[in-house]
C-alpha cells in the first residue's frame, strides 16, 4: 500500500535555529498538507498545498513557516528561527481525487531546546 | 467547515459493539462527513466517509439520519487496539481540498 514517509522521525534543535522536514507524498497524489500536534493537544492545520502554491494557510502559519515542493516529489516545511513552543509533532499528509480521504505519514517529533 | 459535537470520552470492553455519536446541525447541503482515528504518537488515519444513509467497509459502518444532522460511527467486536481517538469532520469537497480541520475528537478506551 503506497504511504506518506517523513524525515526525520525526530529532530532536536537549539532555540533560533532553522529546521527543515521533508516529506515524499503518494506519488500521484495533488493535494499536500501539512499540520502539527503540540503533546496531548489536538490536530492542528498548517497549510495546504496545491498545484504549486498554498490553497490556504492558518492563523499559526505566519512568516516563520514556509513549504515548498523543490521537485516532483518531496514537499518540505521549513521552520525559521524555531522557538520553544515549536516543538511539536508535525505531520504531512497527502489526498487524491476522494475528497476528505487524505493520507498521514508518520509524523516528524520536534523537540526544540 | 460545519461544526461538530462529539463526547470526549467513552469506554468500552473488548468484544464489544461501540457507537460514537457525532451531532452537526448546521450541516450543509453539499457537505460529507468523515471519520478518522488516531493512534498515540501516529498520523491520523481516514476511517470511512458518507453523505447520507449507511456506509460499510471492513473497519467500521457509518449510520447517516435521513436530515443528516448527526452521524454514527460504528465500530463492531472492539479489541484493544482500537483505543484510540476518533474525529468527526464535516464539509464539501472544496472545503476538504483546501483544508481539513480537526476537532479534539473523542478518545475511545477498550477495556479487557
Known amino acids: 500500500e503506497p504511504e506518506v514517509t517523513q524525515t526525520p522521525s525526530h529532530q532536536v534543535t537549539q532555540m533560533g535555529q532553522e529546521v527543515i522536514l521533508r516529506c515524499v507524498p503518494i506519488?500521484?497524489?495533488?493535494?499536500f498538507y501539512w499540520y502539527r500536534q503540540i503533546l496531548g493537544q489536538k490536530v492542528e492545520f498548517l497549510v495546504s498545498f496545491y498545484n504549486n502554491e498554498i490553497s490556504e494557510k492558518s492563523e499559526i502559519f505566519d512568516d516563520q513557516f514556509s513549504v515548498e515542493r523543490p521537485d516532483g516529489s518531496n514537499f518540505t516545511l521549513k521552520i525559521r528561527s524555531t522557538k520553544l513552543e515549536d516543538s511539536a509533532m508535525y505531520f504531512c499528509?497527502?489526498?487524491?481525487?476522494?475528497?476528505?480521504?487524505?493520507?498521514f505519514g508518520e509524523g516528524s517529533r520536534l523537540t526544540v531546546l | 467547515l460545519a461544526k461538530t459535537t462529539q463526547p470526549i470520552s467513552m469506554d468500552s470492553y473488548e468484544g464489544q459493539e461501540v457507537n460514537i455519536t457525532c451531532s452537526h446541525n448546521?450541516?450543509?447541503?453539499?457537505?460529507?462527513i468523515t471519520w478518522y482515528q488516531q493512534f498515540p504518537s501516529q498520523g491520523p488515519r481516514f476511517i470511512i466517509q458518507g453523505y447520507k444513509t449507511k456506509v460499510t467497509n471492513e473497519v467500521a459502518s457509518l449510520f447517516i439520519p435521513a436530515d443528516r444532522k448527526s452521524s454514527t460511527l460504528s465500530l463492531p467486536r472492539v479489541s484493544l487496539s482500537d483505543t484510540a481517538v476518533y474525529y468527526c469532520?464535516?464539509?464539501?469537497?472544496?472545503?476538504?481540498?483546501?483544508?481539513?480541520?480537526f476537532g479534539a475528537g473523542t478518545i475511545l478506551r477498550v477495556k479487557s
Open positions: 506519488s500521484n497524489h495533488l493535494y
Open positions: 499528509a497527502s489526498g487524491g481525487y476522494s475528497a476528505g480521504e487524505l493520507f
Open positions: 448546521n450541516i450543509a447541503t453539499n457537505d460529507y
Open positions: 469532520l464535516v464539509g464539501d469537497r472544496a472545503e476538504y481540498g483546501n483544508k481539513l480541520v
